[in-house]
Structure formats: structure tokens, C-alpha cells
DNA sequence: TAGTGGTCTAGACCACAGA
DNA sequence: CTGTGGTCTAGACCACTAG
């Protein structure tokens, strides 16, 4: 029972720490000594509501913390869950998501959303060198890790280097096919981060809530010839990523 | 006038789409056409809340939003402001922060809060290869971009490679102190990346609410005989940094 | 259908920034 | 000092998930 000493306004233990922040230690504490594991549901906002005996608001204020702090998420509607722990990923290394998912021990998934052919908006007929309004494929896939939906990309790919690439399954790497079937090698690869918010189309696709936190990453790869041969945008769950780069100097 | 249909619960007009993420449209779109300009200030919440009739809690719903996306930021109890844009960080790239600042025409500063000698916890101990326990240098500085500080950095050297580091002056690039003074040249880094919620002491130092969304930076640079010259960790605003990468296959 | 989170209202007092 | 954001309360109805 923490002190309640007053019962308007503000009161506060003596510790002058805000009660959502307080709340927000208790479980993160619960979560780092293993009281809820990875994946574990925590109690209702309702049922917290009347264990600690403050509103539902500063209840949803410390669960928006961890949610910030990439401790916990939500189901929509189902409830508030222990994240995961990331997966780590290397843009120095060519392994695609299925290969170093994989590594980590960990199941990864590929389910195409969606292909068709889009004309290119202007920022991307620059970056593959055609004219605005050219024709580009264009793939949506949404992937996750041991079944939970982690990220949505969206891949345009110049149809004139790789003609008729709806036809394979693309339920895999995309890199894969596009070097067998296609003979297109990815040489040099530019890669682009930084952290946003989810927006409603992306956040309907993973099923989380609009404006929840994420990383975007861009990708482009580009071939010997300097043509590009992938863009590639991708929205993670932002406490579902970490990025490890490794770099030597070259003599 | 939103179309007022009823007066209790949700009506919402007829997109179906929620009040705090109309208002949050009305915002970014604003800032898009410019009439909000990089540092201008937003009006305060009670005036947005009596111009657009709504309450409070759904107003600060929507700045929320606008500052996860990185649109705004705010400046505690002062107002919400509007971001200015990020700057770009190449980890392959050897450039400090001073220069690659300066390279993107934006004013670089930095300050140096605190330098002591600490005992090495196990993990960083660890890193440095040393018993735990080990005194270490421990540096915190705050770097700011155009007046706004946008990040706290804690770095860790060791003082048998490095003795009397404190004695310099830590407000300009310590890599290059390192280097000159003590002939310590990084051969080797490593980078790793993850969002972040900026906790309490951070985020006192950089003047923002705990949580507030940030990124956090963990720089290792080795000697070439192995040693680790300087441990790093940058606590950056989210809105204030984006990374970039390009590599290339070495043949 | 029952229970969950999602959205919203209309107040209140507090702590601090800034003139 | 006034005005700002920061925290908190105690309700309400909505839209959806899951059994």
C-alpha cells in the first residue's frame, strides 16, 4: 500500500516519483526477474486498475512506457504481452532475413501481401534511373519471427531486369530468386535507418496500433553495372530489431 | 465543422477515423506546406483544445503521435515545438561528431559533464578484458546540434592506455585526442543500434520527459593489437539522427 | 456474449519556465 | 506572477477478440 496520504491532486509517496513511472518499475522489475516471461500476458488494464487502485489512464501511461522502452506490446483488443527478445541485424552481411533469423534460433516467416505493378513515383524513378511513370513490380510481404509479425516491406524491382517476376514464390528470399532466375548479383548494398512511427497502412498489416513505435530501414542494392537491382523499405516493430555493424580498416 | 452527429461517446465523422488522428493530420500537414517551420512553436495545448473544441487528453493524444513520428518535439513545460531535420551518422565512416555535423551545415557544441574514475562492472570489464572492478575513465558529455541538445554520450577508456586523460580539454573530439597524445588509433569499430525510451537520468540531461523515444548507439573501438580505445554509448533524440551505410562486396 | 483494449470527456491540482 | 506542460481522477461508450 503505498501511502496514500492525500486524496486530491497529486500526492504522491515520498520518493517524488510519478505513480505511472512507479508502476512502470514494479513490472518492469516483474519482467526482469523473470516473474513474466518472454510472451506471457500481463493482467487486464481493468484488473490492475483495481489491484493498485489508480485510474485506468495512469495505468495506460506506464504500459505506454514499456511499450516505448520495447519491453511489452499489445494485441489489439487481446491484452498487453512480454516482447521478445530482437533479433540482431548485420547490413554488412548479405544473409537474407530467413537465413540470420534462422541462426538465432529462432522460426522466421515470409507471406506475400501482395504483387503488382505500380508506376514509379518520382523519388523512385530516380533512384532506378527511368523516367516518372514507369512501370515497377512492386512487393508487399509481411514477415515475423516464431509467429509473431515483426515487419512489412515493400520491394520494387525494375520489371525490365526481371521480367515476369510474379510468377515464382516469393514466400522466400527475393534476393534468391533474383540472382538464380535472374542472374541479378546485389554488388553494393545502401542502407538507411532511422526511427518512425507506424503508420496506419503498415500498422494495419502488422495488427498493432497506428503511431506505434518502429525503425524503418531502406535498402537499396545495386548491381555491377550500378543498376539497382532491390529498393527496398522495411517497417519493423522497433523492440523487435537491433542493428550490429562490424567494420575494419582497410590498409 | 467536423460533423457534430451526436454528443456522446464516439461519433466521429463519417471516415471513421479517430479525432486525435485527424487533429495529428492537421498538424503534419501544416508543418509538410511549411506553415510551421523547423522550430516554430505549436500552439499551446489549452488553445488547440479550445480552437478545436476537443479535450485536452485527445489533443495531447495527438502530439503524441507527432512526436513519435518525429515531427515535434517538446520542451518541458515550455511548449511543443517543431523538429528541426536530423542529421545523418555513417558508422563507416571515421568522422567524429564535430565533423560530420559541420559537413552538413548544422553547428555542432559539446559539453562535458562529468569525467570520474569508476570501478568496472562485470560487463564492461569484460569488454576491456580486465578484472571487474578495474577503475576506468568515465567520460559523459552532451552534444547538441543549432542550440538543441540532441544527445548524452558515456565513454569508457581505460587509464593504463590513457593516464591523465582528464587533464585535456573533452569539449572537442576525444578520438583525436586519443590518437595524438597517447597514439591510440582505432583500427577496428563496432556499432550496434537499437530504439530505445531515454530513461530518467538521460533524460533529465538532455531537459525531456522520461520515455521519450530515442536511439541508442554502442561504439567499440579496437586497436590494432586489440585493445578497446574507447567503449561509447550515445543516447540520442530519435528525431535527431538517421543512419546510413554503404558497402560495398570486396572482390 | 463477456471481456479487452481504444477513444473520449471534463474536470482537478502540481511543478516549473519565463517574463 | 501567469501560462505552460505534467500528472491524475472517474467516469462513458465503441470496436473488436476470443471463447
Redesign the interface.
Known amino acids: 500500500m503505498p501511502s496514500a496520504i492525500s486524496l486530491l491532486g497529486v500526492p504522491r509517496g515520498e520518493d517524488d516519483r510519478p505513480q505511472y513511472?512507479a508502476l512502470r518499475d514494479q513490472i518492469a522489475s516483474a519482467i526482469d526477474l523473470g516473474k513474466l516471461s518472454p510472451g506471457a500476458r500481463l493482467p487486464s488494464e481493468r484488473q490492475l486498475q483495481t489491484d493498485t487502485g489508480t485510474a485506468r489512464?495512469t495505468i495506460r501511461e506506464a504500459l505506454?512506457?514499456l511499450e516505448?522502452?520495447?519491453l511489452i506490446y499489445r494485441r489489439d483488443r487481446s491484452g498487453w504481452y512480454v516482447s521478445p527478445p530482437?533479433v540482431t541485424y548485420d547490413?554488412?552481411r548479405?544473409a537474407g532475413f530467413m537465413t540470420y533469423v534462422v541462426e538465432q534460433q529462432r522460426v522466421p516467416a515470409t507471406e506475400t501481401l501482395s504483387i503488382e505493378s505500380v508506376a514509379a513515383p518520382s523519388a523512385v524513378a530516380d533512384i532506378f534511373r527511368r523516367a516518372p511513370g514507369t512501370p515497377m513490380h512492386c512487393v508487399t510481404r509481411r514477415r515475423s519471427i516464431d509467429g509473431r509479425a515483426v515487419l512489412i516491406e515493400r520491394i520494387m524491382v525494375d520489371p525490365v531486369l526481371a521480367p515476369g517476376l510474379a510468377e515464382h514464390d516469393l514466400n522466400g528470399s527475393l534476393t534468391q530468386i533474383l540472382s538464380t532466375h535472374y542472374g541479378l548479383q546485389?554488388?553494393?548494398?545502401?542502407?538507411?535507418?532511422?526511427?518512425?512511427?507506424l503508420t496506419?497502412s503498415v500498422a494495419e498489416m502488422l495488427g498493432v496500433k497506428?503511431?506505434t513505435?518502429g525503425?524503418l530501414v531502406v535498402r537499396t542494392s545495386f548491381a555491377e553495372n550500378g543498376a539497382v537491382v532491390e529498393y527496398d523499405h522495411e517497417y519493423w516493430r522497433?523492440?523487435a530489431?537491433?542493428?550490429?555493424?562490424?567494420?575494419?580498416?582497410r590498409p
Open positions: 513511472l489512464g505506454f512506457q516505448a522502452e520495447g530482437p547490413p554488412t548479405w546485389a554488388v553494393r548494398n545502401r542502407v538507411d535507418m532511422r526511427p518512425c512511427a496506419t497506428p503511431g513505435p525503425l522497433h523492440d530489431i537491433r542493428v550490429h555493424v562490424d567494420l575494419q580498416v
